[in-house]
Every structure is written in C-alpha cells, then in structure tokens.
C-alpha cells in the first residue's frame, strides 16, 4: 500500500515563524497535494506539485509556498505564521484515486 | 467540475447496510463518481470510484443509476469503525485536484 507520511502530527508554532510541513510518499507518484481542513469548509486546495521542481497554485495559496526538489517530498512553507493559518493540513498524492495522509495539526499562537 | 449533493448526517444499526445517497444532476460525460471516507482526525481514505458501471470492492459497493445523475454508496455490513464523514466527488478526467463538500456524517449504532 501506498504510505504517504507527514512529519509531524500536532505542531504549535509563535505568529512570525517560519513553519516547514513535510510530506513523503514511499511510491513513485508524481501528483502530490497539500489541503487544509477548517470546520465548516471543508478541504480546500493549497498547492499540488505533479512533477519535481513543478508547482501550481490551488485555491487558497496566500500566504504559502512549497518546494518539490525530489519526487518523494512535498513540502508546505508558511513564510511567517499567522493566527489564521491554524488548521489541519493534509498531504495527499494521487494515482488512480487519492491517498492522504494523517494530517498535521497546526496551531499558530 | 459537477457540483454534489448528499444529506449531512446519517444513522445506521451495526450488522446492518448503510446506503449513502448522493446527487450530481450536472454531471458530464467524462467525470467520474469518487467516494472517499474520513474518520475523526486522520485524513481522507478512498473507497471506490466509477464511471457508469455499478462497481464493487471489498470496502464497498457503487451504484450509479443510468442517467448517472445520482449515485448511492453501499456498506453491505456497517460496523462501529465504518463511523465517519463520506464524501461523494464528481471529477472531469485528467483533472488533478478534488474539490471536497461537506459530505455525509454516518453514525454507526451498536
């Protein structure tokens, strides 16, 4: 089975920080996703690479950026943590139908 | 892509099936119907997709009607850890990113 792999599972960060969100997958899958979940609105779309060094913005990219220098490692970048960057942030790759991860629960105090 | 529409919350007996309803009235010819489940505090877990045939694996079974306008997922034996919020997805072929609803609460009872 697929395994994709976030670093850490509950991350509590300082507003101003610099957060790093790791995501890697353990197939040779070249779609790769980074999602949050917020009560009330459901998964929205941050960015999603489908090929190394190749990203494209989803739907709610402010505020993020991310980097794919391997094919196995997505990763999220919060430039400098805002209270309304808390949330659940989930990776998901995708090949015939998407797997998640277990999601990282962010808090930004 | 083609909007969906399930009912929020569910309940259904352990041992029983659990048929999990969902509407897509626009659907177009080259999207497919996904179900994903998504368990409190872990991410979203596939289950089955298609395209017009009824389709069936071991989690689960799909049934989409022949105008491909409403489909129903169906858990033939619910159990306690079958719990959880059920999404139905419509999704044009080759697009990469899902768009997720709000899906449906099933409440599995003992």
């Known amino acids: 089975d697929v395994k994709v792999t976030q670093s850490s599972r509950y991350l509590v960060k300082r507003t101003g920080e610099k957060v790093f969100l790791e995501c890697v997958q353990d197939?040779?899958?070249?779609?790769m996703f980074w999602y949050r979940q917020d009560p009330g609105l459901g998964l929205r779309l941050i960015y999603f690479s489908y090929d190394v060094k190749m990203k494209e913005k989803g739907d709610i990219p402010e505020g993020y950026s991310v980097s794919r220098e391997k094919k196995e490692r997505f990763s999220l970048i919060l430039e400098s943590a805002s209270t309304n960057q808390t949330s659940m942030y989930l990776c998901a790759t995708l090949e015939n139908g998407y797997t998640f991860g277990s999601g990282t629960r962010l808090t930004v105090v | 892509d083609a909007k969906t529409t399930q009912p929020p919350s569910m309940d259904c007996a352990e041992g029983r099936a659990a048929n999990l309803p969902c509407n897509h009235s626009?659907?177009?010819?080259?999207?497919?119907v996904y179900w994903y489940r998504q368990i409190h505090s872990q991410g979203p877990q596939y289950i089955i997709h298609?395209?017009?045939n009824n389709e069936t694996n071991e989690m689960a079974s799909l049934i989409i009607t022949e105008d491909r306008k409403s489909s129903t997922l169906i858990l033939p034996h619910a159990t306690l850890r079958d719990t959880a919020v059920y999404y139905c997805i419509v999704q044009k072929t080759g697009r990469r990113a899902l768009t997720f609803g709000s899906g449906t609460r099933l409440q599995v009872q003992p």
């Open positions: 626009t659907i177009s010819g080259n999207e497919y």
């Open positions: 197939m040779d899958h070249e779609n």
């Open positions: 298609g395209l017009k």
